[in-house]
């Protein structure tokens, strides 16, 4: 590992920034003259509670000034879901037009219905100018009064008027409403004559091009905003001091007493009979069953782990500003591609030194263990987004290029990284010797079992982040913007600390209860914060968010059910370390025989 591992992770930083740059660079200089044209396009519409749950911008009754062309898009705005289209709106630079007819457009009757249906369901528009983005509703319910919904008025807004701001020669603001005056009624099925209209209006600036983007990230470091922020930060922090202050004085105490009573009994009486975790001794490091299946888990989830730590690198220098569209995609793809050598590297090397001998199929379980429910999922999530017409519906050629990836990159890094590790030759560390037969585990009361555990393990760094999750969640499945990556990174260091100190103490109960089966234990324990923040996902989905539908549904449930899967790998690896290290110490500070 000590040779391998510098090399991996210098490859994958400058894979990363390699990434990085690509997802940065623009096609323009975004400088223009008087009457240059402007680069407008339109993304998507969709309900604006579901999120993922959007439609290309013509899949709706729109007209279009001229032909309609397509924006050649990057692999992380294709799985984004964006879907780019010239717009029929002209914005040339520093030209003002009022009331401006775009197109005419008769709707039919079956189009008009469809624009209703839209505006019952809160429809949006997204689009974008010179990269900056800008949103709209599509039409307006008038409710006044009407007690009864087949009362209901529904309205078309057939007039945008842009507002932009400008300084000199380049693009600073642009904002997009809705005239409420200039409306076409939709609640009969009746054919209409439409003309979409927009006004232009430009002002001067002073705000400098390379802040034009705070604006967007401003909303997430307001004041009210930060205090919560700072709020979750204290609990978390004050929960951690508590319980590794609480932790780490019972368990030195404990262990105090134990060491002193160990080396009592040593002294007067050698044929003394053993109690407690020292009791354990010749079993406490026998290998694991299913060996094969836990040296992957622990491949996969140090993979994770360092994905997760190189997106908040990635994230703490400016990578991911608002609506840089994409770029959080391309990372974890990129990133996960280059990682895969790692986890080849440990679940090899694990999988050897618990004396496993096929170590190929090790290094298949691997490569399938997280991708494999993954692509599952996407599968049969890409085939609702396909059944819906969504932009969610990954294209035939987006599929290829990420199974290229996979087959050009993932599984030659996971192959050599297996290779590595199976020429490591590295041994396992035991200061004990095992036994040739395994004791019998005493019988032992229901909260000592493994569900009950697993319960108590979850809960404690569940609390610690719980509030931080609200606004990651309304910001992946929501409207709001998440820049304090800051702030996150401190939560997931305390998730991560919260996380091995209460797998060290559960492991200690259980072995000075003689029960030496501590290896998937500890993983378990670990992982189980992942089945809490699933938990949280169904709290979210019916109490704190207005999602419906099958589509959105299944995208939040499916999604976060992978997302929470990978938590569950990376933390059972971080509590099962956690636990290898203090078992290892408190072993090594006794005479074993």
């Known amino acids: 590992m000590d040779k391998i591992a510098p090399w991996l992770l210098a490859v994958v930083a400058l894979l990363a920034l390699s990434a990085v740059n690509q997802v940065r660079s623009t096609p323009s200089d975004h400088r223009y003259k008087a009457r240059d044209e402007v680069p407008l396009y339109a993304n998507k519409v969709g309900p604006f509670h579901n999120p993922s749950e959007t439609y290309r911008y013509f899949d709706f009754p729109f007209c279009s000034s001229g032909p309609v062309k397509e924006k050649k898009e990057a692999l992380g705005e294709l799985l984004n879901g ?12 520093l030209t003002e037009k009022d009331s401006e007819i775009a197109c005419k457009k008769r709707l039919t009757k079956e189009e008009v219905a469809k624009f209703r249906d839209a505006v019952s369901k809160d429809y949006y528009f997204q689009m974008y100018y010179d990269d900056l983005p800008l949103w709209g509703f599509l039409g307006k319910v008038d409710k ?5 919904p087949n009362e209901y008025k529904y309205y078309l807004f057939k007039r945008v008027i842009f507002e932009i701001s400008y300084n000199k020669d380049r693009v600073i603001e642009i904002s997009a409403r809705s005239d409420p005056t200039a409306v076409v009624d939709l609640t009969h099925d009746e054919e209409i004559d439409v003309d979409f209209m927009y006004t232009v209006k430009w002002k001067e600036t002073d705000t400098s091009f390379d802040d034009r983007m705070k604006k967007y990230s401003q909303s997430s ?8 922020h700072w709020f979750s930060i204290i609990n978390s922090c004050v929960t951690v001091l508590l319980l590794t202050g609480f932790l780490a004085t019972i368990l030195m105490r404990v262990l105090k007493n134990d060491f002193v009573k160990y080396a009592h009994d040593e002294e007067s009486a050698d044929d003394q009979e053993e109690t407690g975790w020292k ?70 090397s694990y999988y050897c030194q ?6 190929v199929r090790n290094l298949l379980l691997t490569g399938s263990l997280f991708c494999g429910p ?22 035939f050629g987006t599929i290829m ?22 020429n490591s030759k590295a041994e396992f560390q035991a200061p004990c010797r095992t036994a040739k037969y395994p004791r019998e585990i005493p019988s032992l009361p229901w909260y000592r079992k493994t569900l009950p555990q697993m319960a108590m393990a979850g809960f404690l760094p569940f609390s610690a982040i719980y509030i931080e999750l609200y606004y990651i969640f309304a910001s992946v499945w929501g409207h709001r913007i998440y820049t304090i990556y800051s702030i996150l990174f401190i939560v997931f260091i305390i998730l991560l600390i919260v996380t091995a100190f209460i797998t060290v103490a559960l492991t200690y109960f259980q072995l000075a209860a003689e029960d030496h089966e501590w290896w998937w234990r500890s993983f378990l324990c670990g992982g189980s914060t992942g089945l809490f923040i699933y938990a949280y996902c169904l709290y979210y989905y019916y109490a704190r ?3 419906s539908g099958f589509m959105q549904t299944s995208f939040f449930f499916g999604y976060m059910a992978c997302i929470c899967y990978g938590f569950f790998l990376m933390l059972g690896t971080v509590g099962f370390r956690a636990a290898l290290f203090f078992v290892r110490h408190i072993y090594r500070s006794i005479k074993c025989e």
């Open 545 to 547: 968010s207005d999602m």
């Open 144 to 148: 006044e009064g009407k007690a009864d």
């Open 279 to 348: 009791y354990i001794h010749g079993d406490v490091f026998r290998y694991p069953k299913h060996k094969a299946l836990f040296s992957a888990a622990l491949g996969s989830g140090t993979q994770l782990f360092t994905l997760a730590i190189f997106i908040f690198i990635l994230a703490l220098v400016g990578v991911f500003y608002p609506y840089n569209r994409g770029a959080l995609f391309t990372a974890l793809v990129v990133i996960y591609a280059l990682t895969s050598g790692i986890a080849g590297y440990i679940a090899a």
């Open 401 to 422: 290029v990420i199974f290229l990836i996979w087959a050009l990159v993932t599984s030659p890094l996971l192959v050599l990284g297996g290779i590595a590790g199976k």
């Open 374 to 395: 993954l692509f599952l999922t996407f599968c049969f999530l890409n085939t609702v987004a396909i059944a819906y017409n969504a932009t969610a519906a990954l294209p």
């Open 354 to 359: 618990l004396e496993g001998t096929n170590w």
């Open 82 to 93: 964006d879907r780019l289209v010239s717009a029929p709106y002209k914005l040339d630079f």
């Open 221 to 228: 470091s307001l004041p009210h905003h930060l205090e919560i």
